[in-house]
């Protein structure tokens, strides 16, 4: 029987990208080594370099004034990066708390400016996007932050906040490359790779020109986004590994006809999955209807008495990492790009036929 992992991260990768890695993992292309033996300022990884960032900005549509930048460290070294490289010199930057992600940005932000909550879904127990009218925007922030997809709330924003001329930074780790996104509507874009991108060990960032200013003096040199522009991701040795199977996800997210074709077998995903939710009496999903994520779906048994042996049976049927993060409990499918339909057929079936026999 077919395994289906629904991990949020690191996450399921396709089984044509690991089988395409599998082929070509002792003899990169007849070079007679393995990628993971290139040197990386040779013309064979460049290559691969660039084939990549040409993928990335087909998929995304990236216009002509805005960087891509791959970086070592995970997601959440840019929680110090972004005020390093952005405050240029202001005190005060905007931050949406949204739930678990966007607070651990907030704490570390506060470590080198002022930092405005200018909406909070905190007293919502984090289960509903605050409305763009009720955020008290600050218009002398450096930039305003927030996270479109929190993981382990099961929260997805959307819809774009509009912020007038500052500019807009989104972490969007773990919805990355799930849908279309109107990249000239952001001032930054960052996401960790092992969500919707590849193997852990990289992260990337899309990053307007004008905001590529020479980073607060102090700033360790890695952590310069002006400098690794300059650089072209090369400050030091970047992981070329990674960054390989990256440029093969890209390539197969090409494969299956893009940005739009992998919004339309998410919606169709996570539509089954919550209409599975909404119908049962066993299981249920507290996020607010138009909020609900479509890559990571929180949900509770009834009987919390049960989820040991939910979790054990599910196991058994090659249903795999099912259990909630330990802030929220409970169970959590990650359904991410990777997760064919019949993934969810699968989990969804074995749900069904719990609940017969417990509820
Ligand atoms: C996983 C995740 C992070 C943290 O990523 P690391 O690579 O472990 O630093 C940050 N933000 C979001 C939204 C995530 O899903």
């Given at each position: 029987m077919r395994a289906f992992n629904f991990s949020a991260g690191p996450a399921t990768l396709p089984t044509e990208v690991l089988e395409q890695v599998q082929e070509e993992l002792l003899d990169w292309r007849g070079h007679g080594l393995s990628v993971m033996e290139l040197s990386h300022r040779g013309p064979e990884f460049m290559g691969i370099l660039a084939q990549a960032e040409t993928d990335l900005r087909d998929l995304l549509e990236i216009p002509e004034n805005y960087r891509v930048i791959f970086c070592q460290e995970g997601a959440s070294a840019h929680w110090d990066m972004i005020p390093l490289n952005l405050l240029q010199g202001r005190s005060r930057a905007d931050y949406i708390e949204t739930g678990y992600w966007s607070y651990r940005a907030i704490e570390e932000a506060r470590r080198y400016c002022q930092v405005n909550i200018a909406a909070s879904n905190r007293s919502d127990q984090f289960c509903a996007v605050p409305l763009l009218q009720d955020w008290r925007l600050d218009p002398?922030?450096?930039?305003?932050?927030?996270?479109?997809?929190?993981?382990?709330?099961?929260?997805?924003?959307?819809?774009?906040?509009?912020?007038?001329?500052?500019?807009?930074?989104?972490?969007?780790?773990?919805?990355?490359?799930?849908?279309?996104?109107?990249?000239?509507?952001?001032?930054?874009?960052?996401?960790?790779?092992?969500?919707n991108i590849g193997p852990a060990g990289l992260s990337l960032v899309i990053i307007r020109d004008d905001l590529l200013q020479p980073a607060t003096p102090g700033t360790p040199f890695l952590m310069s986004y002006h400098g690794q522009v300059l650089a072209n991701s090369m400050l030091n040795t970047p992981p070329t590994f990674t960054i390989w199977v990256a440029s093969l996800v890209f390539q197969w997210i090409k494969r299956q006809g893009g940005l739009a074709a992998m919004e339309v077998r998410n919606r169709e995903k996570s539509d089954l999955f919550y209409a599975a939710l909404d119908r049962s009496g066993f299981y249920r999903s507290a996020v607010k209807r138009s909020d609900?994520?479509?890559?990571?779906?929180?949900?509770?048994?009834?009987?919390?008495?049960?989820?040991?042996?939910?979790?054990?049976?599910?196991?058994?049927?090659?249903?795999?990492?099912?259990?909630?993060?330990?802030?929220?409990g409970g169970m959590r499918a990650s359904i991410y790009n990777a997760m064919p339909l019949e993934g969810v057929q699968a989990l969804l079936a074995f749900m069904a036929d719990f609940e017969r026999r417990y509820g």
């Open positions: 002398n922030a450096a930039y305003v932050h927030y996270c479109s997809n929190e993981t382990i709330d099961g929260l997805e924003f959307h819809w774009i906040p509009e912020t007038g001329a500052v500019p807009l930074v989104v972490d969007m780790s773990s919805h990355f490359l799930s849908r279309p996104v109107p990249v000239g509507r952001f001032g930054m874009i960052y996401a960790g790779a092992q969500k609900r994520s479509r890559m990571n779906i929180p949900f509770h048994l009834r009987d919390p008495a049960l989820d040991e042996k939910f979790l054990k049976e599910a196991e058994a049927n090659h249903l795999l990492q099912l259990r909630g993060h330990r802030v929220v």
